[in-house]
């Protein structure tokens, strides 16, 4: 019993130190850097919910050509929007706050001109995307997968 202690708390003496450790901060070239590469070139592919529907939408795409930082935290998002019958390109301005690790893209808002305006906060991480939306007296939530375009 007593060697079985000494061997608890020698194994727990040497796992914890490894627990704690942080790593190294990124610094802010590097950060935005990899926030260009994971947005630039992607289509995000998903679904999204409204709060006067049931059910899910039919897929939608947004297809992002480049993310390019403007001024601080607002960047320019190259995009191609489609709603309905329209399919354009727009540059769309957000604002990028960031949770640790994670981008969050902030608009608040925001007039599209032809299609509204719009409120949003979508987290990114990884390949997936979440969120809340809401425009035109509407809104839900939207998900899906960040997908690198070919």
Known sequence: MKS????SALLT????????RKKPPESLQDR?????????????VGK???WNREGLSGEERYVISKVSRLTGDTWVF?????????????PVP??????????IITLTNLTIPGLG?????????????????SGHGTGGQLFGRIVRNH
């Open 4 to 7: 079985s202690i000494i061997a």
């Open 13 to 20: 003496a040497l796992l914890l130190p490894g627990c704690g």
């Open 32 to 44: 935005d850097q990899r926030f260009q590469a994971m947005m630039s070139g992607v289509t995000l």
């Open 48 to 50: 999204s919910v409204m």
């Open 78 to 90: 190259q995009a191609r929007l489609d709603f309905g019958s329209h399919n354009f390109p727009v």
């Open 94 to 103: 957000v604002h990028i706050l960031w949770a640790g690790d994670t981008p």
């Open 117 to 133: 305006t719009y409120t949003a906060r979508v987290l990114l991480y990884g390949d997936q995307y979440a969120g809340t939306w």
